[in-house]
């Protein structure tokens, strides 16, 4: 546990540990500037502190972690959750949508975060010097695209190093917030709720306002549970108990003294609380943490899109594993450059941490919000917890985080407009080719010839020859084309003829007992069903070799794969837009590059066209 623990450390708080750099700051120097007194300084420490309370231990580690699909969490995981278990009822397609506009945010979050949390650490050279403020942005820069150009290599030795140095940064957090504390030790008095609500009460319309910055000290809480399949919901909630909270809470009531001490410290309050000589060596600590964050997020998006590509909402995609031991850590080339594209356009444009600041709030609180929305179906029609419990707990949370992300609708000409922009364009890809590839098998089943049938007009009438074959079919029922292809044009059949289909089930996981599925059919036919997880990487190949029950094993030299191929046409009835059929035929057609671009093995190859029939 304890080992876990500073794992979580490492991976999970690294976005959340590193907003002091910014959240305090942004909150009276953003874009709607407070007056730097005490009644502001108290109410937004105040503010920050309940709303860690109420958002990252409440809502998150208290209630959303216990929300595991058999281990694994996240939007989509938790989609599946409640999919699985509601079935068809009234909740679902809500439910589906509620999801994938959480995944199209958090796109656009996995933009921002390691752009605002590189920037914001390197702006800290302006501090030691003002001859370095010219180095800020090229410095940036040079971090980004390094942390992305070593996906590749993984993060497995990497990450054996995460953990260590982000307890001796939250350590370093707390040291300065109490150095910072003795010298104003009222500052503790801001714990008091009053100081919030006296904020409001005074200067309602600023307050309202303030909350589009105060919400940046909790971004990352949704980290918590998309990282919960690799440490556990108990390491993750004795990490942030026990060593996250306490620090952060610390660091910025630190922030709060310097400030009622200095008022000109609102510049950079995180780095002006450390003496001069140790500024510098801050700076390259801060900046390491962040890096730490950022590479969260960016394996957080190369997680998401797997599930994505697995649950059906995304082509299938070139996915590399990095360690032979932990199938976890993956490598997806498509996602890395198309981020650190993303990255530099905005890093460039935006070209301060200030700026960026004003972007980032509305993609971490649409996700908070909808994560709301979720739990709320899921205490009520998932838990069965009484109707009077669920309505209020969700009620809370809706209302909270209801009004930060209301807060940040105001900063959508100012940048807000961005993460929504991503979203939106996310939230048209996956919604589209789900619904082309559901329009597609629907077309494919009218028309497809029963097993039945096909076997009893055909066995007879062609010649059978030595080996087997393997037809790879998106549906179960029914004929696959790539074997009326075969038929038509080779007018031979194999003496052992598979039809194999790969289903994803709505489970991290499948037990290898559960993973295979033969169905004996007439004259040789076989009907094969491979089960995967959402969280697994589907292995043709691998999965065949321990087929049974199917006559002799069997073997790659011996057995030839067919892939069928579709040709799109405009059926009758339109099933979607014009624009998201043109849109799905282009998704369709670069699918098919990839598979070249990339080089892809044989898996990957079968993987594509069981998917598709493409």
């Known amino acids: 546990m304890a080992l876990l623990a500073l794992g979580a450390i490492g991976v999970v708080f690294g976005d959340i540990g590193t907003s002091p750099l910014y959240a305090l700051k942004e909150s009276f120097a953003g874009h709607h500037p407070l007056t730097v007194d ?106 980004l695209i390094g942390l992305f150009a070593i996906q590749s290599y993984g993060t497995a030795k990497v990450g054996m190093l995460f953990g260590p140095i982000m307890v001796f940064y939250f350590l370093v957090l707390a040291v300065l917030g109490i150095s910072s504390i003795l010298t104003h030790p009222a500052i503790l008095g801001s714990i008091n709720p009053i100081w919030a609500a006296r904020f409001f009460l005074i200067d309602p319309k600023l307050a309202f306002l ?45 922030q709060g003294a310097l400030l009622l001490n200095n008022p000109e410290a609102i510049e950079n309050p ?51 594993n990095t360690s032979a031991k932990a199938a976890g850590q993956i490598y997806v080339p498509f996602i890395n450059w198309a981020l650190l594209a993303m990255v530099i356009i905005i890093t460039i444009g935006f070209r301060s941490s200030s700026n960026l600041a004003a972007a980032y709030g509305i993609a971490v609180t649409g996700t908070m919000f909808i994560t709301a929305c979720m739990l709320g179906i899921l205490t009520y029609s998932v838990w069965k917890w009484p109707k009077p419990v669920a309505i209020a707990v ?72 030595q080996g087997t074959a393997v037809f790879l079919s998106a549906s179960a029922q029914g004929v696959p084309h790539a074997l009326l292809h075969n038929v038509k044009h ?70 030839s794969f067919f892939l069928g191929r579709q040709t799109l046409i405009a059926s009758d009835k339109p099933g979607m837009a014009i624009w998201r059929e043109q849109l799905f035929a282009w998704m369709v057609r670069n699918a098919e590059s990839a598979m070249s671009f990339f080089k892809l093995p044989v898996n990957r190859v079968i993987e594509l066209g069981s998917q598709l029939e493409i």
């Open 38 to 143: 005490q009644l502001h300084i108290f109410g937004v420490v105040s503010l920050i502190f309940w709303t860690m309370m109420l958002i990252v231990t409440v809502k998150y580690v208290f209630i959303i972690l216990r929300a595991d699909n058999h281990g694994e969490g996240g939007s989509l995981a938790l989609l599946a959750l409640i999919a699985r278990q509601l079935g068809a009822k009234r909740w679902g397609a809500g439910i589906v949508l509620l999801g994938v506009a959480a995944t199209a945010l958090f796109y656009g979050d996995a933009i921002i975060t390691p752009a605002i949390s590189v920037l914001s650490a390197v702006e800290g050279l302006s501090t030691v010097s003002d001859r370095f403020t010219a180095f800020v942005l090229p410095v940036s820069i040079a971090i």
């Open 270 to 320: 995180f780095y002006l609380m450390a003496p001069d000589w140790a500024r510098l060596p801050l700076v390259i600590l801060a900046t390491l943490a962040t890096v730490i964050a950022s590479q969260a997020v960016i394996s957080g998006a190369f997680s998401v899109t797997q599930q994505a590509v697995q649950l059906g909402f995304l082509p299938r995609l070139h996915i590399v």
């Open 210 to 254: 303030a909350l589009g910055s105060v919400v940046l000290a909790v971004t990352g809480a949704e980290a918590l549970y998309a990282d919960m399949g690799h440490f556990g919901r108990k390491a993750i909630s004795l990490s942030w108990l026990y060593v996250a909270l306490p620090c952060l809470v610390i660091n910025y009531m630190g």
């Open 490 to 559: 080779n007018k031979v059949l194999h003496e052992r003829v598979a039809i194999l289909t790969v289903k994803i089930r709505g489970v991290p996981q499948v037990p290898e007992e559960d993973r295979i599925e033969v169905h004996a059919l007439d004259a040789g036919f076989y009907r094969i069903l491979l089960h995967y997880g959402f969280m697994e990487e589907v292995d043709i190949p691998a999965a065949l070799a321990r087929v049974k029950d199917c006559g002799p094993q069997f073997k790659p030299m011996d057995t």
């Open 394 to 465: 969700t009620g809370m949370f809706l209302l909270v985080d209801g009004a930060y992300f209301a807060s940040n609708l105001t900063k959508v000409p100012d940048g807000g407009w961005f993460p929504l922009l991503v979203a939106a364009v996310a939230f048209t890809l996956l919604t589209t080719w789900a619904r082309g590839r559901q329009i597609v098998r629907g077309h494919l089943n009218q028309s497809a010839m029963t097993m039945e049938m096909f076997i009893a007009s055909s066995v007879r009438a062609l010649k059978r020859v």
